[in-house]
């Protein structure tokens, strides 16, 4: 595992409110009687004690255009962060034009995913410790996660986490809160993690190949006791969007689809009078026409 500092970015994960209810959300939209916007004091403080890391900032939901506060949120971040180490992810969701101009001000990077194109999601809600009984060999295996050591770290409103899928599980499953946010939150490193990989890792099912689901399925892949611990908790589950896992493992899962084309996604910010343009790390930013 790689420590917080050594990520690429630092998640604020502003709400998980979204347009979409995709299957195996990494963020577990739909499943929510009652997400959560950020309050704004909080958000404050998150960039404050953040900002002075080397990753990215990164804005994430949910979809993010819908807090009520996005262009307020946008504006406090652009003192304290250099635009080409903020990101935004993002759907540019219909109906919120609006925020184009704000967006090119604010971010030098963006990672647009409206979610129209076939997109396999692996199944987060099987969990490991189903599948792999021995404690010592589930851990041999969460220690070399390809999520954890490839994507981020997250601050939402129950703290700081190492790991962006273990913030999520925390909100859904009602787990233990995260770290402190304070500043050099940041700077942990594996071993400071000890109780969040113990807690949450067991739980979530990224590092084993499971198979795949299309996005656009709309239910969510749950293993059978990961199930009952959601009853009452989960629209999906309660309303019956959701297929019990046969925890079946496969050689090769479905590939996470081609939804990161260049065209695709210039497609999708032209709705919103944006053009993108590579930058010096291969990402794309936005430029208004």
Known sequence: MKGCYEVETLQLEITNHCINS???????????????FMD??????????????PNFLG??????LLHPDFEKMCEYVQDRKPREKLALWSTLPKGYEKYADVICETFGNILINDHSKYIYHAPILVQS?????????????????WLQEHWSSSINPK??????????????????????????????VPKDFKEQIEEFCP????????????????????SPEMVE??????????T??????????????SPLGKYKDREFREKIAKRYGIVLLPNQKGYLRPIKL
């Open 22 to 36: 995709c299957s195996n959300c990494s963020r577990f939209c739909g499943h929510h009687y009652e997400p959560y």
């Open 40 to 53: 704004f004091e909080y958000f404050k403080y998150a960039v404050d004690c953040s900002c002075d890391s």
């Open 59 to 64: 804005f994430m939901g949910g979809e993010p």
């Open 129 to 145: 410790q189903e599948l792999i009984r021995d404690r010592k060999d589930l851990f041999i295996v969460t220690n070399h996660c």
């Open 159 to 188: 703290g700081a986490f190492f790991c962006e899928i273990a913030a999520s599980l925390s909100i859904l499953l009602g787990g233990s809160d995260g770290w402190p946010v304070e500043p050099g939150w940041w700077k942990r």
């Open 203 to 222: 739980q979530c099912g990224i590092p084993i190949d499971f198979e795949r689901r299309v996005s656009s399925d709309g239910r969510d892949d749950i």
């Open 229 to 238: 611990k959601l009853r009452g908790k989960s629209i999906k589950v309660d």
């Open 240 to 253: 019956g969007k959701y297929v019990v896992s046969n925890m079946r493992v496969v050689e090769n899962p």
